[in-house]
T-cell receptor, first 112, second 116 residues
């Protein structure tokens, strides 16, 4: 089975500082990786995905992620965090037909 | 704004009630999903419909009964639920790019269910 791990339950940053949310993966074959964000009392929203190609993937709301095969990582980054980026972030990997395996989630808090 | 619409947003039901959750999308997606999510946890897959046929049932108890009347609609019928079934129920849809492989999921806002 394919899986992802998010090693940090919580990330706290000051507004304007860089934001990184970590994700590592364990797959056989080529990974299809995703990041989703969930704002309070909302559904999940797709941010970006990596399937193949350029290791730096750009997504919604100024987020980007870097696929690193040697470190089996797919960290989510934003150069300058906003208070409105405070949310729950999930990394996910395709795990069979129609299935995603989600990480446990990382709660991001951006303080003003 | 989400393009997957779920109703109702909130539902409170007793253990003997029968209720339904509804989901609608008009993006032309041919795969539709039900997920269950507990607070601060990742969503758990329950059912997947592909081209209106049930493709995946993740060993969900029979008190949950899915239905896909057409390519735009997905229902989840609830009967004789238990308090531990209280959760956020998320509907999602996606394109089917080839058998079993889908594009990214588009989620609705969810239906928050409380079972008394």
């Amino acid at each position: 089975a394919q899986s992802v791990a998010q090693p940090e339950d919580q990330v706290n940053v000051a507004e304007g500082n860089p934001l990184t949310v970590k994700c590592t993966y364990s797959v056989s074959g080529n990974p299809y990786l995703f990041w989703y964000v969930q704002y309070p009392n909302r559904g999940l929203q797709f941010l970006l995905k990596y399937i193949t190609g350029d290791n730096l993937v750009k997504g919604s709301y100024g987020f980007e992620a870097e696929f690193n095969k040697s470190q089996t990582s797919f960290h989510l980054k934003k150069p300058s965090a906003l208070v409105s980026d405070s949310a729950l972030y999930f990394c996910a990997v395709r795990d069979g037909d129609y299935k995603l395996s989600f990480g446990a989630g990382t709660t991001v808090t951006v303080r003003a | 704004d989400t393009e997957v619409t779920q109703t109702p947003k909130h539902l409170v039901m007793g253990m003997t009630n029968k209720k339904s959750l509804k989901c609608e999308q008009h993006m032309g997606h041919r795969a539709m999903y039900w997920y269950k999510q507990k607070a601060k946890k990742p969503p758990e897959l329950m059912f997947v419909y592909s081209y209106e046929k049930l493709s995946i049932n993740e060993s969900v108890p029979s008190r949950f009964s899915p239905e896909c009347p057409n390519s735009s609609l997905l229902n989840l019928h609830l009967h004789a639920l238990q308090p531990e079934d209280s959760a956020l129920y998320l509907c999602a849809s996606s394109q089917v790019e080839r058998q079993g492989y889908t594009g990214e999921l588009f989620f609705g806002e969810g239906s928050r269910l409380t079972v008394l």
